[in-house]
Nanobody, 116 residues
Framework: QVHVVESGGGLVQAGGSLRLSCATSGTTISINVMAWYRQAPGKQREFVAHITSGGRINYAGSVKDRFTISRDNAKNTVYLQMDSLKFEDTAVYYC??????????WGQGTQVTVSS
């Protein structure tokens, strides 16, 4: 059974930084895409960033130049370095992992709260 576990959320002041991690276990199938999404209270879940197995990266416009996604393929882990955090970045951040078989899995989410 595939497990996707996020960590690293917390409370930070505006302008501060946090680093999220997402570890995947329970699969011998290669991972294609690793991505971060977020969901703020009362809003729909939205895309934040993704990175492919080949290293191709894409960011949502709202986080570009502030967030950095990276991955460690040997550890099946993806990271999200979040700098210059804003109040509007407050949300539950979810990790999404897509295997080369196209099966997709979500983590349980980690709360990020930015105080203004």
């Amino acid at each position: 059974q595939v497990h996707v576990v996020e960590s690293g959320g917390g409370l930070v002041q505006a302008g501060g930084s946090l680093r999220l991690s997402c570890a995947t276990s329970g699969t011998t199938i290669s991972i294609n895409v690793m991505a971060w999404y977020r969901q703020a209270p009362g809003k729909q879940r939205e895309f934040v960033a993704h990175i492919t197995s080949g290293g191709r990266i894409n960011y949502a416009g709202s986080v570009k130049d502030r967030f950095t996604i990276s991955r460690d393929n040997a550890k099946n882990t993806v990271y999200l370095q979040m700098d210059s955090l804003k109040f509007e970045d407050t949300a539950v951040y979810y990790c999404n992992v897509v295997l080369i078989t196209t099966m997709a899995y979500w983590g349980q989410g980690t709360q990020v709260t930015v105080s203004s």
